[in-house]
Each structure stands twice: as structure tokens, then as C-alpha cells.
């Protein structure tokens, strides 16, 4: 990435390229003598399933909040995260997440007029 | 003027002002993606309706409370309410996960009550002579000081310099994404026109800060909070907690007050300064983030001190070291109220008159804080999904709401997604976040210095304050590689 960046950066001249080029370029010195530091075995095995879920319900509502709207995108996701992860009072919680949206939608979008994806609900 | 400033301060409309401003602050603040410029900025018709006097006594103390606001959501739920709150989640937020949520409140508010009575203090005293003093340093000390700051924070980053320096590499490159002011080049954009303008910080913030809280809240079963112990939302402290804290809160305090005369310097960068310096000369730095006292009140303290500090250049001078101080200067000058050096001879008797009402509005807020913040406690004791499902809207509507642009969701989630990977592969996400802070000002700086210098390094030399302050940055990394060299000699060998 560092290498990518420097050689972009060689495009956009003396001034504006000074930083790029001094901030890649250390980037890239750093990540090399990193490399070279690292022992064998120093990486441990990450478990990936639960975070990977969670990292994909965060790319389904990026994808989902344009066209179906905030307070819908939200609330859904409220409700993934409170039933499926909420355990024996699964629905107590998300009653309670779903209540949060909304108050949270509305002091917003009433107090400060921030003006939310519609989405369906338009 | 003393008898005319009591007579001017104690009547019912400033009064109200006064608690008006701080009760709406405290609540500003806590909300992400507001903070106190927007929220000042939403109020300035106000201006129009009340006496000046009375209008910017609303102002200044929604901007003291705003600042202590913002690190509310920081220490309850992992999402800072402004970026200058963000240093406060290292261990105020572990401090609550560790079941004592009212001793992270106290000592958050301790500090800052403290920072910003020292803060009036000295504005009172030193509001003129020092603002002379920020007017000596030019580009190069500017560029210089960026550049020690950023090499401090390889000892931000555990036990191996080479993970930090590098992120904090890549934090200075991702700042100068997009486009040059002065060559109108687009720089990284890939065509984005949401991109031009550069990486908004609300979105990276509470995306590298508070998005991979969610991801480890509901990934990892054993993440449960330490139950709060019995009275653990009660916000006080014992005299021995509060003398424990005195030195780093006056380190802090002192950090805050000095940098927020320099203009230029966020108010994002100096409260990681801080936390650093508290690091480094901490008897325990291995600790620094995982919720003691001195990361906690040293961060505050700086942040409560550069507000007040920041509004020395800024009513003295007319040089704003602030967003929200710039807010204030507009309302100044709405007011009539030319900020500068004769304000303090024209309009002495108002400028003398918010400094009086700062103390007051600090008593409001400690009272508010003390009342208040017990019931952000009870935030950590929620199970696990309700308190992540919180953290996520707050943290898609504070990305939203700062720009209303669905581009910044897009992009809180997309650093949500690498600071967690930052986490797993144990980079360092602060010192990423402060390359980024950082890097705009030193870009700015260094090219003004090199355009006056026609193009010579040799300006960093010539300047002794520059050269100090290059010095203290090499000194920085040799001693973080030491350090680091240390710890791993230190380190039981592997079987």
C-alpha cells in the first residue's frame, strides 16, 4: 500500500506531493523493518465466524440504509443484534434497541434537523 | 471594573444564560458527531435576541460544558462526542468495563473542574502578555512541534515502536487525502467528489474508536463488564484518590493551557500530547490503557485547559485555535464586539464579564456532572447486544449527522472494519488517529516554512525553538526503540 501510495504520489508534483511521498515512504521503511523484526509463530491463529458476521451485518446496513432509510435500516439491524445475540430475553432487548432508534432518530431529526435517508418511507 | 463586572454578572438574564448554556453543552457534548461548534453555530440566531453580554456568556459555557460532555459517551460507551474526547475511551472506558464506571466519571470531572478554574486564572492574568509569545513562532516551530508530537507516539504503542510509528505513517498519508489547497491538486481521491474535501474526522473517529467495540461486544462471549461494584456509580473521590491524580492533573492542565494559545493546533491533538507525556513519565506506562487515574485526568485536564486558553488568541488577537472559538468570533463580531486588541480597552467590562462567568458556569457543571453522570454509569451495566445495538446508532448517526452525507456511514463502517483488524493484528489505533490529526497541520506548516525559507531545509535548523523541538523527536524514537529493546529483554524467553 505504501509502495502504491508513493508511486501515486510522484503525480502530484513538488509541493503537493512532498508529504505523500515523505509519509509513504516512511510507511513502506517502517512496514519492511516489520517485517524483518517479525519471529516466526508471532501471529496467532484469530478466530474469524462471529466478528465476520458482524463485520457483514455492517456491510448489509451500508448497502441497506440508501435505499431502505435510516430509521428502517436501523431498527432492523437493532433487532439482529439484540435476537441474535441476546439470549433468554432476546425480545425484552429489543424492544428496548428498536425504542432507542426511534428516540434517537427523533432527537435528531427534531433538535438538530438532520435530515435522515427516507428511504421506503418516503 | 470589579464592582461593575459582580453588578453585570449577578442579574437574573445572565444568570440564566449562564445554566442555560452549560445544561445544553453538557447534552451537545455527549451527543457524536455535534460537538460545540455545530451546536453554537445551530444556536447563533440567538445572538439576535439577546444583549451581547448575555449572548456570549451562552456561548462560552456551552462550549466549557460541551468539551467535558463529549467525554461522557467517551468513558459510557466507547463513543467520543467530539474528537477531542477521543483520548478519554483509552482509559476512562476500561476503567468502566472494569466495573468502576463512577470513579472514571469522578475522575474525568475532577480534572476538569480543576483545569478550568486554572484555565480562568489565567485568563485573567496572562490573556495579554502570553498571546504576544504564540505570535513568535511561524511555520517552521509549527511544522516542528507536529513532528515531535507525532514521534512520541511510538511509545503510545505497547511494547514495539515499529507498530506505531508506522500507523501513525499511515495516519499523516491518509491526511493528505484529498484536495491541495494550494495547487488544487486531488490527491487519492479515485474520482469521489465526497473525497475532495479530505477524510472527515467524526466518521474516522467513532468508526476506529467505538465501531470495533461492537464487533469485539458481540464476537466474544467472555467480553462481559466487570459487575459494578457496590457505589460504583457514585461520582466522587477520596482526598487520597484526589491527591494521587494531583501531579498528572496539573501536567495536563499546564499541556492544555499552553498549546491552546499556539493557533493551529487542533483541539484533538493536545489531549493525546498529554496522555503521552503521562505515559512517559508514568512509573507504571504498562498500564496507560487498562483504566487508571492518570489516563484519565491528564487527557481531561488538557482538554478543559485549551478551551480556555484557545480564547486568548482569540479575543486578544482575533486568531481563532478553534473550530468552536471561530463560532464565538462570529457572534462576536454579530454582536458589534471587535475581537482584537482593543477589546480589552472598548469592551473590557463585557470580555472581563465572561471570564467571571466561566467560574460560575465550572460550579454549574461540577453540580450537573455530579448529579448527571451517575445515570451514564448505569449504561455500562447493560448486557452486551443492547449496549453494542447502542453504540451503533449513536455511532451511524454521529458519522450521518456531522456532514448529512450517507458517504461518512460508509465510511465509519469501513474504518470500523480496520480499526478492529488494527486491533487484532495489534497496531495502534490512537497513533493512527493522530497522524491523521496531525497531518494537515504539518503539511500546512511545512510547506509555509519551506516557501519562505525559498525552498531550504535549513529553516528547521536556523530556528533554535525548531531545532529544540526536532531534537526532542529524535530523542523520542531512540528512547521508544530503548524502551521497546527493555520490555523484550525483560519478557520471559518462550518454552
Known sequence: MAAAAWWQAQSFGPGSGLLPRLASGTAGALALAGLLQRSPGSIEPIPLARPGAVLLAFVLYGLAMPRLGFLFSTTLLALGFTLGFGGRKAWRWALAGVAFVVLVYIAFGTIFYVNFPAGIAR | ?495
Not at chain 2, 493551529?264 to 489531549?271: D, F
Request: charged share 5%.
Open chain 2, 1 to 495: 471594573m470589579f464592582s461593575d463586572v459582580v453588578h453585570a454578572l449577578f442579574t437574573v438574564p445572565a444568570m440564566l444564560s449562564l445554566l442555560a448554556g452549560t445544561v445544553v453543552g453538557m447534552f451537545i457534548g455527549a451527543l457524536p458527531g455535534i460537538g460545540p461548534a455545530v451546536g453554537i453555530g445551530l444556536l447563533l440566531p440567538l445572538t439576535y435576541f439577546l444583549p451581547p453580554a448575555d449572548a456570549l456568556l451562552f456561548y462560552v459555557s456551552l462550549y466549557q460544558a460541551a468539551e467535558y460532555g463529549g467525554s461522557i459517551t467517551a468513558i459510557a460507551v466507547s463513543t467520543p462526542g467530539a474528537p477531542n474526547s477521543a483520548a478519554m475511551i483509552l482509559d476512562g472506558y476500561a476503567m468502566n468495563r472494569a466495573g468502576k464506571p463512577g470513579k472514571a466519571f469522578a475522575y474525568s470531572l475532577w480534572a476538569t473542574i480543576f483545569a478550568s478554574y486554572a484555565g480562568i486564572l489565567g485568563l485573567f492574568l496572562l490573556a495579554q502578555p502570553i498571546a504576544g509569545w504564540a505570535l513568535a513562532l511561524g511555520p517552521a516551530e509549527f511544522a516542528a512541534l507536529g513532528v515531535f508530537a507525532l514521534t512520541t507516539v511510538g511509545t503510545l504503542s505497547t511494547a514495539a515502536p515499529v507498530p506505531g510509528l508506522l500507523s501513525a505513517a499511515l495516519g499523516v498519508l491518509l491526511s493528505t487525502l484529498g484536495t491541495d489547497l494550494i495547487t488544487n491538486t486531488h490527491r487519492y481521491t479515485f474520482g469521489q467528489s465526497s473525497l475532495l474535501d479530505g477524510v472527515p474526522l467524526v466518521p474516522v473517529l467513532v468508526g476506529m474508536f467505538a465501531l470495533p467495540e461492537v464487533v469485539r461486544l458481540l464476537s466474544d462471549p467472555s467480553r462481559v463488564a466487570a459487575p459494578n461494584a457496590p457505589g460504583s456509580g457514585r461520582v466522587w473521590l477520596t482526598p487520597r484518590e484526589f491527591l494521587a491524580v494531583w501531579v498528572p492533573t496539573v501536567m495536563g492542565t499546564t499541556i492544555g493551557f499552553f498549546l491552546g494559545l499556539l493557533p493551529g493546533i487542533s483541539g484533538s491533538v493536545p489531549p493525546w500530547i498529554s496522555y503521552n507525556v503521562a505515559k512517559s513519565t508514568s512509573r507504571r506506562p504498562e498500564r496507560f490503557g487498562t483504566g487508571i487515574p492518570e489516563g484519565i485526568v491528564a487527557p481531561e485536564a488538557t482538554n478543559a485547559a485549551v478551551m480556555h486558553s484557545t480564547l486568548i488568541p482569540a479575543f486578544t488577537l482575533g486568531i481563532p485555535g478553534t473550530p468552536t472559538s471561530a463560532v464565538i468570533l462570529g457572534a462576536m463580531l454579530i454582536a458589534g464586539l471587535q475581537p482584537g486588541p482593543l477589546l480589552f480597552t472598548q469592551h473590557a467590562l463585557i470580555v472581563y464579564e465572561l471570564f467571571a462567568g466561566l467560574a460560575i458556569s465550572t460550579a454549574a457543571l461540577w453540580v450537573l456532572g455530579l448529579c448527571s453522570t451517575s445515570l451514564w454509569a448505569r449504561a455500562s451495566a447493560l448486557p452486551r447486544p443492547m449496549l453494542a445495538t447502542c453504540i451503533f446508532v449513536l455511532c451511524v448517526t454521529g458519522s450521518f449527522a456531522s456532514r448529512s452525507n450517507v458517504f461518512d456511514v460508509w465510511l465509519a463502517l469501513g474504518f470500523g472494519a480496520l480499526g478492529y483488524a488494527m486491533h487484532v493484528l495489534r497496531f495502534s489505533v490512537p497513533s493512527f488517529v493522530l497522524g491523521l490529526i496531525l497531518g494537515s497541520m504539518i503539511e500546512t506548516h511545512l510547506r509555509q516554512a519551506l516557501i519562505i525559507s525559498s525552498g531550504s531545509f535549513g529553516v528547521f535548523v536556523t530556528s533554535p525553538i525548531a531545532l529544540a523541538f526536532l531534537a526532542a523527536a529524535c530523542l523520542s524514537i531512540a528512547y521508544s526503540i530503548w524502551q521497546g529493546a527493555r520490555l523484550r529483554s525483560l519478557a520471559p524467553a518462550p518454552p
